[in-house]
């Protein structure tokens, strides 16, 4: 069955700290996707990315990275340069066969709490 | 830009009442889809459909049903609201086909005393 583990619930860092988001998932697929979002305060959720299960390369975005091992079936997030504007709960979602291809399946969430 | 428009971001209602939550897109999607999110529990899926008058359960739809009238508008219903059913709840649309990123609303906080 398919799983979505964020170990971390809550993280506190200092502004201009990176920071390392960690995301667990299994599932029986060979085809899947993977996908990360935010939620600020305001509630609404914002997606940032998307990563299929044959793409491992990293990706990276301004300050924002991604690491996919399907060795170690991770796909884990680093924020570089923490900023008080990053402060949300984060979550890390899985998309395969298993779940409904059209459905996303979540993670219980990170809240990340950047310090000014 | 899309767009993802809930009709309240806080509701109060009373245990027993029949509650409504609508959901409009404006993107034309076919996929929309109604989530739960708890403290701890992250996001679970309550309902969710593929096109117009068809609908599907998701992981949670005990004490939940759904409309879908329309393409942009799908419905939350609460036929009987009841103290466990107080969350946050959240709509979002996608394009058909598979493993597609979801588009969110901005969330309605429900409360049922």
Redesign the interface.
């Known amino acids: 069955a398919q799983k979505v583990t964020q170990a971390q ?1 809550e993280i506190s860092v200092v502004e201009k700290e990176d920071v390392t988001l960690d995301c667990v998932y299994e599932t029986r697929d060979t085809t ?2 993977l ?1 990360w ?1 935010k939620q600020p305060p ?6 940032l990315i ?1 990563r ?1 299960s044959f793409d491992e390369q990293n990706e990276i975005s301004g300050r924002y990275s991604w690491n996919f091992q399907k060795s170690t079936s991770s796909f884990n997030f680093t924020i570089t340069a923490s900023q008080v504007v990053d402060s949300a709960v984060y ?1 890390c979602a899985l ?1 395969a066969a298993e779940t ?10 990170t809240r990340l709490t950047v310090i000014p | 830009d899309v767009k993802v428009t809930q009709s309240s971001r806080y509701l109060v209602k009373r245990t027993g009442e029949k509650v409504f939550l609508e959901c409009v897109q404006d993107m034309d999607h076919e996929n929309m889809f109604w989530y739960r999110q708890d403290p701890g529990l992250g996001l679970r899926l309550i309902y969710f459909s593929y096109d117009v008058k068809m609908k599907e359960k998701g992981d949670i739809p005990e004490g939940y049903s759904v409309s879908r009238e329309k393409k942009e508008r799908f419905s939350l219903i609460l036929e009987s609201a009841s103290t466990n059913q107080t969350s946050m709840y959240l709509c979002a649309s996608s394009l058909s086909g598979r493993y597609n990123e979801q588009f969110f609303g901005p969330g309605t906080r429900l409360t049922v005393l």
Do not use: H, K, P, W
């Not at chain 1, 305001?42 to 997606?47: A, D, I, K, N, P």
């Not at chain 1, 059209?102 to 219980?108: A, D, I, K, P, S």
């Open positions: 619930t899947y996707y996908f979002y305001s509630g609404e959720l914002v997606f998307r299929n979550f998309s409904g291809a059209n459905n996303l399946f979540f993670g219980t969430g």
